[in-house]
C-alpha cells in the first residue's frame, strides 16, 4: 500500500475517479491564467476588434469595408421588391433592376400604364435626358483629368512607357470645351 502512493498522487487518483464516474469534463485542479472575456453579438451589430470593423449579417462574422455600398449596387435579388415574384437571372431582368430597381415584367407593366396614361413621352424624354448628362458627366471627368494631369509620361496598349513633351494646352480651347459641355448639359432632347 505504501508503494501505491508514491506512485500515483492525489490528482491521478481523482482523475481516475472522475473518469469511472463518467464526469471526463472536471478539472483535478486549480489552474490560474489568462481568460478572454466573449461578447456573444447578435445580428446586424457592429464593433471594432484589432482594428477592423466587424459586423453580423446572414449568421456570419464579416468584415466591414468601404467597398460594401459597392457591393449592395451590384447585388441581384431573389425576389422582386416590386411584385415578390422571383427574379430569374437573365440579361433582361439584371438590366432593368440596375435602372429601375425592379424586374423586366415589373418595368413593362408601369410603361404600359404610362402609355395609357399619355406620359410614356414624358418619362421617355426624362430617360433620354439623364443617359445623355451621364455620358457629359464622363466626358467632363475625362476633360478634367487630362487637363489636370502632369504626367508626360504613358504606356501603350502593347505596355510600351512612351514620353510626350510638347506645349502645354491652350487655356482658351479649355474654355472652349468647358463652355461647349455647359451648351450640351443645359440642351433638351
Keep these: 500500500m505504501s508503494q501505491l502512493n508514491r506512485e500515483f498522487e492525489e490528482r ?3 482523475r481516475m475517479r472522475n473518469i469511472i464516474s463518467g464526469k471526463t469534463g472536471n478539472t483535478t485542479r486549480i489552474q490560474a491564467g489568462y481568460s478572454k472575456n466573449k461578447i456573444n453579438y447578435s445580428e446586424g451589430d457592429i464593433w471594432e476588434e484589432n482594428g477592423k470593423t466587424w459586423t453580423i449579417k446572414n449568421s456570419l462574422k464579416q468584415t466591414v469595408t468601404k467597398h460594401d455600398t ?5 447585388e441581384f435579388p431573389l425576389t422582386c ?4 415574384k422571383p427574379m430569374k437571372d437573365f440579361y433582361l431582368n439584371r438590366k432593368m433592376y440596375n435602372i429601375h430597381q425592379k424586374c423586366f415584367d415589373c418595368v413593362i407593366e408601369m410603361e404600359g400604364k404610362l402609355r395609357i396614361s399619355g406620359e410614356y413621352e414624358a418619362y421617355e424624354l426624362k ?7 451621364a ?3 464622363d466626358a467632363e471627368q475625362m476633360f478634367d483629368e487630362f487637363f489636370n494631369s502632369k504626367n508626360e509620361t504613358y504606356v501603350t496598349e502593347a505596355g510600351d ?16 470645351i468647358k463652355n461647349n459641355i455647359k451648351r450640351l448639359r443645359n440642351l433638351e432632347i
Excluded at 70 to 74: C, E, N, P
Excluded at 81 to 84: A, F, G, M
Excluded at 161 to 176: A, F, L, Q, R, Y
Design 161 to 176: 512607357i512612351e514620353k510626350w513633351d510638347g506645349g502645354s494646352i491652350d487655356p482658351e480651347v479649355i474654355k472652349m
Design 70 to 74: 459597392l457591393k449592395a449596387m451590384v
Design 135 to 137: 455620358t457629359i458627366d
Design 12 to 14: 491521478d487518483i481523482q
Design 127 to 133: 430617360m433620354l435626358n439623364a443617359n445623355k448628362n
Design 81 to 84: 421588391p416590386c411584385c415578390s
